[in-house]
């Protein structure tokens, strides 16, 4: 590897992209550093794409460090009972998921939607006077010994010591500087999710929603989760194994608002729900009737492996490890790479390659081991017949109840890596 000369005394840090990623490592730099940062943002706007994200204990721990947690959970929905019911109109299983981790770490479950979490960071990053440019396409990166250049569409440049792609998973530093030999794969998996307000449904619907409610069927699995503080939306989400389109999904997905095609796809869910019984079916059937934007979204993911850095750039977030989001990871796995840079930056005495190094022989392993936890996770969502939904329903209901009986919940069955703490690694 190119030893990269000495950083300048008077540190300065480029960020590519203002997704959570993004404005969290700016404002763990300022916190931790004496390094200047300034963001560059493609979209024009202070938004992001997706409907709700989860966060887990690891990433709400993280969050508060950050300064943010109280005005994420203002905007959130915090409980994390999950019920799996049967589409007989029965519970299967029933668990707090993260018992035994909100136990060690104060921290439980947040549901929260996407652009809430970007206006919560976004906030933050404002009030600590943070320059953030929007609507700056980025078009070349060039290097020298002393610093790293970026130029933008409109002509505009700027130059820093260092340059942090928080750019995401079809990121414009990996794909043109960092790894262009790395491409994605499509994980076989595809999403439909929408927002409902609770005020189109009835109470009785309303109420049954207590958590992460999930059913599952022979083409896949339905999720239903609250993602506001006062339950006034739900996120409702369909994830199952598809053949990707031959328009290949595009760029994020797609979303639909014409109303024959939402009602296209209201009829492959409710194709799905026919044989849903009780209480539980008809709620189902009235959140998916009242569905009036669709989101769907190909699951595609970045290969284990590949380069993290070159030169003084590096990759933090889904820029460097997208995943499937079956583990509820994505945006946990972009704190923690964000506060292991931050601590390795603080240490003047590190060059830029030490710097980089020990990022990528610390993250390794838990990104690896996430990323698995994500893909075997996806298997319950894969099509099956009946006798093998049947299997399945039986497979968790027998599993959890082993698990209580035995007392290994209270081992931390299933939730170890929830408890991770990235700033209790050790740096030396």
Known sequence: MQMISKMTEKRKAIIIGAGPTGLAAALRLH??????????????????????????????RLLHRLGVYEKAVARGFSSSNMTLHSLQGNIVAQQDYVGWAREKTGFGYLRIKRTDLVDVLLEAVQQMNIPIHFNTRLTTIEESDLSVKVVFEDGSTDTADMLIGCDGIHSFVRRTYVDPEKTLEYSGMSGLGSL??????????????????VTLTEDGMLAVNPCTANKGELFCF??????????????????????????????????????????????????????SVVKFYPVYRLPL??????????????????????????VSMGLEDVFLLSRLLEDHKRSLDEVFDKYDHIRRPRVNEIFKLAAQNAEVRRKSSAWGLWFKELKVSVGMCLAWALGMEKTGLRQAHLVYDIDAVELA
């Open 31 to 60: 916190q931790q550093t004496d390094i200047e940062v300034t963001l560059y943002e493609l979209r024009s706007e202070p938004t992001t794409l997706g409907g709700a994200i989860g966060i887990l204990p690891n990433g709400l």
């Open 238 to 291: 369909f994830s199952k194994e598809a053949a990707l389109p031959e328009s290949g999904g595009g760029r994020d997905g797609w979303e639909v608002h014409r109303k024959e095609e939402v009602d296209g796809f209201k009829s492959t869910l409710l194709r799905s729900l026919e044989n849903a019984r009780g209480e539980w079916g008809t709620a189902l059937r009235e959140i998916v009737n009242n569905i």
């Open 196 to 213: 409902i307000p609770t005020s189109a449904l009835s109470p009785t619907t309303t109420d049954q929603v207590t958590g992460l409610d």
């Open 305 to 330: 492996g590949g380069i993290w850095s070159k030169g003084r750039c590096v990759l933090v977030g889904d820029a460097a490890h997208a995943m499937s989001p079956h583990a509820g990871q994505g």
